[in-house]
């Protein structure tokens, strides 16, 4: 097997033709494309160089402390991308704390026992792995979890009639939400299920591919995307469910109402 | 007896208004002077203040949906959530008798939601909650959207219904529906009950 081949900086500069390519189309069909391709772009590279600088030194420093303030960090940029990915929200310390909290619960929970059971890296907290598996668990989670939260704050929204008369026919707010909470729930298992459903087939994930290019045995790549994915999937529905729950909860009252007056007045 | 003792929320002043069983009390007022939320509040749908009793038990000794079973508001547009009619109906042998008296096809059940008009699917609002056999019922509107005919229909069921000694508070914009109908009727503005007919509320 080939080893590992290392990348210059010029064979980066090469593959952002691609980029520039896209904006030149961008600009003689008047898209309006290409100075949110160039921004993001940009971004992009310039995140991605922070996170390895920041990388190699939490990897020196090692510390449990430092690995803990990190992931931290990481779980609430992820609960600001949730918060602002709904275009309905919860009013006030809600809107942000449901989606963040239980995002960073499930994924802590489930980063937590993986390291400690199926991984175990010396000391178990090791940032090397830690992070990288939190990042990957998390941002998935993120997706299914703001998903969902979009989903059941629309809907709730735009389906209230139908909610209310429901109330008025005499079922508490579980039964009369319920439908709605279905709902929100495919929308935020759709991308962990649909994910898993073409993996192999019709998608080589990132981690695994990036493995397979750095020397690593096809088989012990497959058998750690396996591993991520469950965990994945795991994380995801234990935020979803439980993001899903709370925040149809925090919309309703102990009086069986609907409670949009909780949701941010949108303008 | 439904007793409502100083019911009030941001919208409306404190309110009061006894309606005995099989009495049909009407309340009109302008549009925004808090009709249909003051309905809302008797079946406790946005939060309030005061409180509310039906045959001497305060609805807060029950859960709200309990209340609601017992005290029925119809409100002036109906929610649909399935495709199916009769996905938002309980079977009960009324049920039938009820859909003759709105002059509903008796297959209407097995329609799409999706292909009711107006009136039909207002109509099936009133059938849906009468269904339930209410002690009250509290009518937002009830034929502002249906002809001629069906609203004689719907008045003849109203009228039935207190016969049988459901309490009615009925809102309406129209005044000879309120003469037709109503044992009394109140003029809501400014926040306070203006009586019209059948002498001072006593509530």
Redesign the interface.
Known sequence: MADYISLSYWDLAFAAIFILLNGAISIAFKLGLAKKLFIVATRMVVQLSIVALLLKAIFSISSPWLTALVALAMGLFAGREIWARQEKKLAGFWGYSIGAGTMMFAGFFVTIVALNTQIQPDPWWNPQFALPLFGMILGNTMTGVSLALDSLTSTLNR?R????????????RW?ALL?FIRQALRAGFMPIINAMAAMGIVSLPGMMTGQILSGVDPAEAVKYQILILLLIGGATGLGVIGATLLSAYRLS?E????RLDRLKATK | MLEIKSLSNEIFAPLSLRVKRGEIVAIHGASGSGKSVFLRAIVDLDPNEGEVFLDGVERSNMPANIWRSKVAMIPAQTGWWADEVAEHFEKTNQLDELLKALDLPSNILTWLVSRLSTGERHRLGIARAINLKPQVLLLDEPTAALDKKATILVEDLVNMQAKNGVAIVLVTHDEDQAKRLANRSFLLKNGEFHSLKGGVDNG
């Open positions: 389906e009639i139908a909610i209310e008369a429901r109330l008025l026919l005499g079922f508490n039964q439908p009252d009086r069986d109402r609907l």
